[in-house]
């Protein structure tokens, strides 16, 4: 039973900061998520909520490094998926091609 006790030492936590702690997770797990994604659009939307989650976090703890970092992750992330919308993202044929056979 210490075990819990010294691996989370301050119960009980506050409502707000188990909201904030959920949301930091839900971010985490969305960036894990949106490397498996094939579709780039979906991937892109995915980045951007995983972003606006943990750039709420790191705004909570203090941190403006990370704030920095995830907000332009987020930001970044919006406007790659605004250009696919518009059908300004566009790849070169030969990009695309060293994708789908890479010389090894």
Do not use: Q
Request: neutral net charge; proline residues 4%; charged residues 20%.
């Amino acid at each position: 039973m210490d075990f819990i006790f010294n691996f989370i030492p301050n119960l009980p936590w506050a409502r707000l900061e188990i909201i904030i702690n959920v949301v930091a997770l839900l971010g985490a797990i969305l960036h894990i998520y949106g490397v498996f994604l094939e579709k780039e659009r979906r991937r892109d939307l995915v980045f951007v909520i995983g972003g606006l989650c943990l750039f709420v976090y790191s705004l909570w703890i203090g941190n403006k490094i990370f704030s920095l970092a995830m907000g332009g992750f987020a930001l970044a992330s919006f406007i790659e998926f605004i250009e696919i919308l518009t059908g300004r993202h566009k790849h070169d044929p030969k990009m695309t091609e060293d994708y789908k056979h890479p010389n090894l």
